[in-house]
């Protein structure tokens, strides 16, 4: 089944292995005949801070308005980035500051505490790099940055269901590992990782 696939790349290089795996998602997506479309975070104009905080509005810049509308078109949104101090670079922090607002990704009702969640219908997934072994980050840290994206962004929004593959360690890794690891990514784009 054909789907409409954003990817975003939250890695500031354009010749990072993030990039890679991005790309070879892609190639595995489009195998199957769906459509992808990539946002890669450096490439857009933005200011990253949410300078009033959700006192008043501040208006979004077209690379803004644009990528909100990639991810209503989407069916299946992957997120690629690299685990830095136990979470997301500040680029993909101010991206979603910025972006996953209210009456775009929730809203609130009166008198009840849960949001709408207004991007139902749409799953996710992560593909993260990290230069510590994945079972580290996972056992030691708890994945901090991974369970605040998921749960607290991602399916906060309505996104569901919410996937996790980690690879690492990639400091210090062969070539031929990295290429079990994008036809690892290649394979899940055939699949859709959902």
């Known amino acids: 089944m054909s789907k409409n696939i954003l990817i975003i790349n939250g890695h500031p290089l354009h010749d990072?292995?993030?990039?890679?795996?991005g790309k070879a998602y892609c190639k595995g997506a489009e195998s199957r005949g769906s459509s992808c479309q990539t946002i890669?975070?450096?490439?857009?104009?933005f200011d990253p801070l949410l300078?009033?905080?959700?006192?008043?509005e501040q208006p979004l810049e077209s690379d803004l308005k644009k990528a909100q509308e990639l991810i209503r078109w989407s069916d299946h949104l992957i997120i690629v980035y690299p685990v830095w101090w136990g979470t997301i670079p500040a680029l993909?922090?101010?991206f979603i500051d910025r972006i996953f607002l209210p009456h775009f990704?929730?809203?609130?009702r009166k008198f009840f505490p849960l949001p709408v969640k207004l991007l139902r219908g749409r799953s996710a997934?992560?593909?993260i790099t990290l230069d510590s072994p994945p079972i580290i980050h996972s056992?030691?840290?708890?994945?901090p940055g991974i369970q605040s994206l998921k749960k607290s962004v991602l399916e906060f929004s309505g996104f569901r269901p919410v996937r996790v593959k980690m690879f690492g360690p990639v400091r210090n890794s062969s070539n031929a590992r990295r290429e079990k690891w994008l036809k690892k990514a290649r394979n899940l784009g055939r699949s859709h990782f959902i």
């Open 16 to 21: 990072s292995f993030c990039s890679a795996l």
């Open 40 to 45: 890669v975070l450096s490439d857009l104009e």
């Open 51 to 56: 300078r009033h905080a959700y006192r008043r």
């Open 92 to 94: 993909l922090k101010g």
């Open 105 to 108: 990704a929730f809203k609130y």
């Open 125 to 127: 997934s992560l593909l």
């Open 139 to 143: 056992l030691i840290f708890k994945k």
